[in-house]
């Protein structure tokens, strides 16, 4: 069965309830969600997140909470040359795994960090540091945390597949690890996802592992192969185009790990009802920004 979603949002009063309602408007069956804003660690208590009518629509429309990810916020750097800096990190994202199993949540995507201090060896060390010492503040949760591959932007770490590898090499407890494979972000990083993904996935298998692949996110990119500038396009409306991004979806080596688009906003509004049909359909629509904008 396809696995597609999108983020969605969790705020105001309905919170994860709000969140279940948004990827259901979608018709999806899968989905991604920010505890807070993105850019910040201001976060709710978990009395407040409405889990349990969350899990009850949930139920209700057959949705499975494995196909259900949480992505950390990104202005967390494990790898802040700080060292109180690196523990605020440590704490909130220890208090993120615990909300994340709190809501039934199997998985936290985070992006790895980055290396801000200019030594990225040094950086990576600090990284696995924090990830071990989130794990063992967490010790018999279930959840698992996903590195994100990165566009590499600025100092990014977990541009290429052999940083991610390293990362993983460096956790004691690697059934709490996975990977969050992103297509505008490999492509950014310069692996040729439009040109031979079945190629890029053959490096991926050999450097780091087809199996620890738990998530994927699936975006277009404003910029050609090796951009690194991480700026996502509508599925099938950038340099990927819509048949690498099908191809992507619908190739069996992925078949059973959930997708979730990240692509932008048009005009003020989501685009995800009107990709993910146009996902299900597998026919590339050109007029689809019109259509959303005028939703
Ligand atoms: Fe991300
Ligand atoms: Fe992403
Ligand atoms: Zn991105």
């Known amino acids: 069965m396809l696995k597609i979603g999108s983020h969605v949002s969790m705020s105001g009063d309905d919170m994860f309830l709000g969140s279940v309602k948004e990827a259901i408007s979608y018709n999806a069956n899968s989905f991604m969600i920010y505890t807070g804003a993105p850019q910040n660690t201001r976060r709710r208590p978990i009395d407040e997140l409405k889990i349990k009518e969350a899990h009850e629509l949930m139920e209700e429309h057959g949705l499975s909470l494995d196909n259900v990810v949480v992505h950390a916020p990104y202005i967390i750097n494990l790898g802040n040359p700080d ?4 523990a605020f990190a440590v704490n ?7 909300r994340t ?3 039934g949540i199997k998985q936290m995507v985070l992006h790895p960090g980055n290396a ?3 030594n990225r060896e040094e950086a990576i060390n600090w990284i696995a540091e924090g990830l071990n010492e989130i794990i063992n503040n967490t010790k018999g949760i279930d959840v698992k945390i996903a590195l994100e591959t ?8 977990g541009r290429t597949f052999e940083e991610i590898r390293q990362l993983i090499d460096l956790v004691q407890d ?3 690890m996975g990977v969050c494979f992103d297509t505008c972000h490999t492509s950014d990083a310069n692996y040729p996802i439009k040109d031979d993904f079945e190629g890029v996935l053959d490096e991926f298998d050999k450097v780091v592992g087809l199996e620890w692949i738990t998530v994927m996110h699936i975006n277009d990119s404003k910029n050609e192969q090796g951009a690194a500038k991480d ?3 509508n599925f099938g409306f950038g340099h990927l185009g819509f048949d690498t991004l099908i191809n992507v979806i619908y190739n069996p080596r992925l078949k059973d ?4 688009l990240e692509t932008p906003y048009v005009e003020g509004k989501p685009p995800y009802k009107h990709e993910i049909e146009m996902i299900r359909n597998k026919e590339f629509n050109p007029d689809l920004k019109e259509i959303i904008a005028n939703s």
């Open 116 to 118: 801000t201090g200019g």
């Open 92 to 98: 909130f994202l220890t208090d993120e795994v615990k």
């Open 83 to 86: 060292p109180e800096k690196r």
């Open 150 to 157: 990165m566009a590499g932007k600025g100092t990014e770490v």
């Open 257 to 260: 790990i959930p997708k979730i």
């Open 231 to 233: 700026r996502h396009e």
């Open 174 to 176: 690697k059934d709490r």
């Open 101 to 103: 199993h709190a809501m």
